[in-house]
Nanobody, 122 residues
Framework: QVQLVETGGGLVQAGDSLRLSCAAS????????MGWFRQVPGKEREFVAA????????YNVASLKGRFTISRDTAKNTGYLQMNSLKPEDTAVYYC???????????????WGQGTQVTVSS
């Protein structure tokens, strides 16, 4: 069974950049899409971006577009979330997830990684 493992989180200052990785282990990532979400304690999980694995079509939340970029490397079985110009309000646990069917936005994601903490200090 494919598992997703996020890495790359950490403590950074406002204005810095981070690149999160989501590696699929235990097999090939063959789902339709990979998505990134984030969650702050006490709040609902928020969709950030998604990418169709085969075609590379992306969908980004409008409010984060321009700062956050999703990509994937199919040969490495890994997805990425490049985050630039980070702000304190970007502090959250970031999760990647796999979705077995279209569309890339909306509906239910089928399996999830364990999350990686991103903390942005002011």
């Amino acid at each position: 069974q494919v598992q997703l493992v996020e890495t790359g989180g950490g403590l950074v200052q406002a204005g810095d950049s981070l690149r999160l990785s989501c590696a699929a282990s235990g097999g090939t990532f063959s789902s339709y899409a990979m998505g990134w979400f984030r969650q702050v304690p006490g709040k609902e999980r928020e969709f950030v971006a998604a990418i169709s694995w085969s075609a590379g079509i992306t969908y980004n939340v409008a409010s984060l577009k321009g700062r956050f970029t999703i990509s994937r490397d199919t040969a490495k079985n890994t997805g990425y979330l490049q985050m630039n110009s980070l702000k304190p309000e970007d502090t959250a646990v970031y999760y990647c997830a796999g979705k077995r069917s279209a569309p890339i936005f909306g509906g239910t994601y089928d399996y999830w990684g364990q999350g990686t903490q991103v903390t942005v200090s002011s």
